[in-house]
């Protein structure tokens, strides 16, 4: 089996090392990466400047480009075999929800769907204080790609898996899961730089809003594993006849 990894946080990320050794024994592994943090880069592609892979150790390739340059890169034509599935991660901090819209780790998977095969992105659910457990994400992503090698899904889809950052024997179990919502992002952060002008950080993401049993949300704050298969047709097929209609008013 040949594994691609890649993630957001760049090619030095603990996450993404924690990763590596977990997957290793399943197959060939081959790693392109950021070069640097591209958290919140969601599914963009570097298209006025040429992108470029440089080794860094065997089989480990980062890459001046986004997180889906990096698997767009892996898979049409840096490489002259095809890989078997991507996985991306493991992210420092949770993609649940809306996240997933900015997330570059779930983007990573999402480009993997060119593959026309199972994807995951696994994320470590870190809060201040907790214990920082990449390697045991590390393993439930591993027993993920074991059981898909094993037994693949019918339907291809992406798995979006959250980890609760807890001590191995404090994860309660697994749950299969749909994406919840977040309230609005906290305000922007204004701060000025030494010329005097105005800058802006970015706030953090709102609190969890649809966020009861059955959501993403509600599984990590239970400590289970959150396990939520992603599609990318964005359209609300519920909506078609209303606005059938609708455009036909005049
Ligand atoms: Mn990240």
Redesign the pocket.
Known sequence: MKILLS???GYQAEGLTALNLAIKPLGAVTVVAPDR????ASNSLTLDVPVRATAYALNSYYCNGTPTDCVHLAISGLFDFEHDIVVSGV???ANLGDDTLY???VAAAVEGRFLGLPAIAISLCVESGSPRNFEGAARFAARLVERLSKSPLQESVILNVNVPDLPDSAIRGVQVTRLGNRHRAEKVVRAQDPRGRNVYWVGSAGAGQDAGPGTDFHAVAQGYVSVTPLQIDLTRHAALPELERWLKLE
Do not use: A, I, L
């Not at 943090?37 to 919140?40: E, H």
């Open positions: 993630n957001d946080d943090n591209r958290s919140g992210n420092d901090g997330s570059g780790t």
